[in-house]
């Protein structure tokens, strides 16, 4: 950075956020909410789903591929051949395109912990975030919830006011001495600020600010947290005086891929009449909590579940919360990952979790084996990796050969 001029001293206004779940959708919703405030945004996020472009959003609008050649070729000769990893050339590429293009905020997410992120080189960012913190990526942050809190309030800055989500007692605990050592002014919920469920939509509440707001846009009772959070940082970002009317149609506006997201295209297609086809990303326990919330109201037709997963997790733990509400399983390989669990081990695991389950070849005859195999119509959801997710997503937006998008079972 201090080779190419600093390019991250020249941003506007950063929100800089960290957390394990629930920073993607709460950056989505807080650009939502600026664009519809007339605002425009640059975004830092990861990973991607389909085109590594998505990752670096410059003033509302992903990255060109050839800007992205281009300023990566400028990162490297910087560097001078000295090692540095993806992420961190990543890092530096997006600043440095940032800088170059006239927004109101720019909105970073940490990749990995916090502390010693290389998203966390800001000074005084304008507003630090901080999403709820659960076990995930122990062999880099640490084994307990503390050591993992600890690695995220290293985004905490003095002098900066930090919006902190909802947390467990010993995260709590964590962040505040973190934020006392820093000098950082964190708004807490559960001391500082609350929100909850008021007729269709949900009330948000500040010392003696109140304001009612819709229900988001993206599925899941857990997207309701991410929209306050995202609510509230909103209100709190220095000088921009955001408007409640802009945070009501942004949060009614949002759109992410890939996180309870109802698929309606070509393999919903293959569906007979009544059933929905899902799809989400989230692939640690936390996700796997907020998805069995979510299925805990889908009771009124049978679910079924497409799962890929990753050898370093334990699967186990992500189908054990699922296990009472899942009639089936189809165990599939992460297309062109060679990290993918095996479909042996995931069906051993499902059925040690108490699930019925079976091996599939691919998503594709998985969708087909449900519905030709049920009495019964039904809800099917493709889970257990952001890398699944956006290898469903690829094949969503791929143009169909020779009929493929056809039902089999129509």
């Known amino acids: 950075m201090a080779t190419l001029g600093n390019p991250e001293k020249s941003l506007p206004k950063v929100v800089h956020i960290a957390g394990t779940n629930g920073k993607g959708s709460t950056i989505a919703f807080l650009k939502s909410i600026c664009e519809l405030a007339g605002l425009t945004a640059h975004c830092y996020t990861s990973p991607h789903l389909i085109r590594f472009t998505e990752r670096i959003s410059i003033a509302g609008r992903n990255i060109k591929e050839e800007t992205l050649t281009n300023v990566l070729k400028e990162c490297e000769a910087a560097n001078g051949g000295n090692a540095i990893t993806l992420f961190e050339i990543t890092t530096v590429a997006a600043f440095l395109a940032f800088s170059r293009q006239r927004a109101d905020i720019t909105l970073i997410e940490t990749g990995l912990g916090g502390r010693f992120d290389s998203t966390n080189i800001f000074e005084k960012p304008a507003l630090t975030i901080i999403t709820p913190v659960s076990m995930d990526h122990m062999s880099w942050l640490g084994h307990t919830i503390a050591d993992i809190a600890f690695e995220k309030a290293g985004i905490l800055k003095s002098g900066v006011t930090g919006v902190i989500g909802p947390q467990l007692p010993d995260a709590h605990a964590v962040i505040a001495k973190?934020?006392?050592?820093?000098?950082?002014?964190?708004?807490?919920?559960?001391?500082?600020?609350?929100?909850?469920?008021?007729?269709?939509?949900?009330?948000?509440?500040?010392?003696?600010?109140?304001?009612?707001?819709?229900?988001?846009?993206?599925?899941?009772?857990?997207?309701?947290?991410n929209a306050a959070t995202a609510a509230l940082a909103a209100r709190l970002v220095p000088e921009l005086s955001i408007s409640n009317a802009a945070i009501i149609k942004g949060l009614k506006r949002t759109t992410w891929p890939g996180r309870l997201q109802k698929l309606t295209g070509r393999l919903a297609a293959r569906l007979p009449k009544g059933w929905s086809l899902w799809l989400d990303g989230g692939h640690n326990t936390a996700a796997a909590n907020a998805l069995a919330t979510v299925a805990s109201r889908w009771q009124d037709q049978p679910l079924h579940i497409i799962f890929g997963f990753l050898d370093s997790r334990d699967p186990r733990a992500f189908l054990k919360p699922l296990a009472d509400y899942t009639k089936t399983l189809q165990a599939v390989a992460i297309p062109g990952e060679e990290?993918?669990?095996?479909?042996?081990?995931?069906?051993?695991?499902?059925?040690?979790?108490?699930?019925?389950?079976?091996?599939?070849?691919?998503?594709?005859?998985?969708?087909?084996k449900i519905a030709l195999s049920s009495d019964k119509t039904g809800r099917i959801l493709i889970c257990g990796s952001l890398y699944l997710a956006g290898a469903v997503l690829a094949y969503e937006e791929a143009p169909p050969k020779d009929g493929a998008s056809k039902s089999k079972t129509t």
Do not use: C
């Open 339 to 368: 990290s993918s669990l095996t479909t042996a081990s995931i069906t051993k695991a499902a059925r040690e979790s108490g699930i019925v389950a079976t091996e599939a070849t691919d998503f594709i005859t998985a969708i087909d």
């Open 178 to 225: 973190r934020a006392k050592e820093v000098g950082a002014n964190i708004i807490t919920h559960g001391k500082d600020w609350d929100f909850r469920d008021y007729g269709d939509g949900f009330l948000l509440k500040m010392n003696d600010l109140e304001i009612t707001l819709p229900r988001p846009s993206l599925a899941g009772s857990h997207q309701t947290t």
